[in-house]
Every structure is written in structure tokens, then in C-alpha cells.
């Protein structure tokens, strides 16, 4: 089945530095991919959606100068927390979907970001 | 603009019981799909079944159906022979049609099971 991998699975950052969060589609081509982040016991908020080769969409109140988004080819999309502070800290799960809109989108396993 | 409601914050099931898992969705487009995720404590996002709203009947998947009742606008899933493995949160997503054309999932506010031995 298609696999959606993420690295790293955990991260640890100093407040005022950049983390780079990748996303791979492993067996497929993803021309759109979609980046949410996740509380603790909340729900998935979508963040933006990343589209090879151009500009990424960001939902509404998402800071796209601090969360920039780079999707250069079909199978890796790129999340960088730009000068974390300590209120980033959160999950971050990138998705992907193969097929049609009525497919399910394919998740990685997430990133768990703290900035100290 | 389309929404997703789960009411219950915590369930709690006998292992080897059925649970229903409730979800309400609203939208004004009759062309709409649902989704159903599972997220075990190590954060993972399983997808689990899928209902669109042209289906004649209910959809199923092995242990997991979907009571799809689309006057009443709910989706609810229904997790037959509970077994511990099934502790989890549990999300209800409906895709996205004014997105663009990206076909965005939204999620409701995720339900907890805890299955009890």
C-alpha cells in the first residue's frame, strides 16, 4: 500500500532556531500534499497545502512566513519552523493521497516538535 | 462551510462488545465524502473506512461499519467484537469540496475508546 514517510519522529529545538520537517511519498507521486498539526488531545488542524512546483496554500491565520512549505518534487514536501518559540511545540503529520478525491489521505507518522 | 461534530469526548466498551462511535456532519453539497481514522497513542493516523454520499449502502471493513443515516446528516461508526487493540482516538473527517479543488479532509474533535478487559 502507499507509504507516507516523515522524518524526524522527534525533535528538540533551542527557541529562535529553524527546524526542517520532511515528508516522502515512498511508492507513489504526489503532486499535493497536506500538512496538519495536532495539540495534545486535539483535533488535526489543517495548516497548508503543499503543491509541487508552486507556491503552497495556507489555511487561514497559518503564518506562512514562519512555517514555510517546499514541495520541489513529486515525492518530498518540506515543513521548516522558522525561529521556533516554545508555543510550536506541537505534532506535525503530513498526508498524501493516491487516486481520486475519494480516497483516504495517507499519513505519516508525525513529527513531535519541542522548543525549549 | 461544512463542519464535523463528535459529541463524545471518552467511550468505554467491554472487550468483545460492539461500540458506536458518533458523527454528525453538515454541509449544503450533495456530493460529499466521510472518512474514518484511527490514532493509537504512538500518533499514527489509520485510516479505517469510507463513506460517500452516493453509496446505496452502509459501508463495511472487516470489524468496522458505518451507520450512515444522511437525513439525520450522521456517520456513525460502529466497531463490532472490541478488542484491547481498539483503544485509541478515533477521528471523523469529511472531505473538503471548497478547497480549491485540493480536496481537503477536515476532522472532528476525535473521539477516545478505551476498551476494558
Known amino acids: 500500500g502507499a507509504v507516507v514517510s516523515q522524518h524526524p519522529s522527534r525533535v528538540i529545538c533551542k527557541s529562535g532556531t529553524s527546524v526542517k520537517i520532511e515528508c516522502r511519498s515512498l511508492?507513489?507521486?504526489?503532486?499535493?500534499m497536506f500538512w496538519y498539526r495536532q495539540f495534545p488531545k486535539q483535533s488535526l488542524m489543517l495548516m497548508a497545502t503543499?503543491?509541487?512546483?508552486?507556491?503552497?496554500?495556507?489555511e487561514q491565520g497559518v503564518e506562512k512566513d514562519k512555517f514555510l512549505i517546499n514541495h520541489a518534487s513529486l515525492t518530498l514536501s518540506t515543513l521548516t519552523v522558522t525561529s521556533a518559540h516554545p508555543e510550536d511545540s506541537s505534532f506535525y503529520i503530513c498526508?498524501?493521497?493516491?487516486?481520486?478525491?475519494?480516497?483516504?489521505?495517507?499519513f505519516g507518522n508525525g513529527t513531535r516538535l519541542t522548543v525549549t | 462551510a461544512q463542519k464535523i461534530t463528535q459529541t463524545q469526548p471518552g467511550m468505554f466498551v467491554q472487550e468483545k462488545e460492539a461500540v458506536t462511535l458518533d458523527c454528525t456532519y453538515d454541509?449544503?453539497?450533495?456530493?460529499?465524502?466521510l472518512f474514518w481514522y484511527k490514532q493509537p497513542s504512538s500518533g499514527e493516523m489509520i485510516f479505517l473506512i469510507y463513506?460517500?454520499?452516493?453509496?446505496?449502502q452502509n459501508a463495511t471493513e472487516g470489524r468496522y461499519s458505518l451507520n450512515f443515516q444522511k437525513a439525520r446528516k450522521s456517520a456513525n461508526l460502529v466497531i463490532s467484537a472490541s478488542q484491547l487493540g481498539d483503544s485509541a482516538m478515533y477521528f471523523c473527517?469529511?472531505?473538503?469540496?471548497?478547497?480549491?479543488?485540493?480536496?481537503?479532509?477536515?476532522f472532528g474533535a476525535g473521539t477516545r475508546l478505551a476498551v476494558h478487559p
Open positions: 503543499s503543491n509541487e512546483g508552486s507556491k503552497a496554500t495556507y
Open positions: 498526508s498524501a493521497r493516491v487516486g481520486g478525491a475519494d480516497s483516504p489521505l495517507h
Open positions: 463513506q460517500g454520499s452516493y453509496d446505496q
Open positions: 473527517a469529511m472531505r473538503d469540496l471548497f478547497s480549491g479543488g485540493y480536496n481537503k479532509l477536515i
Open positions: 454541509t449544503s453539497d450533495p456530493s460529499y465524502g
Open positions: 511508492d507513489f507521486q504526489a503532486t499535493t
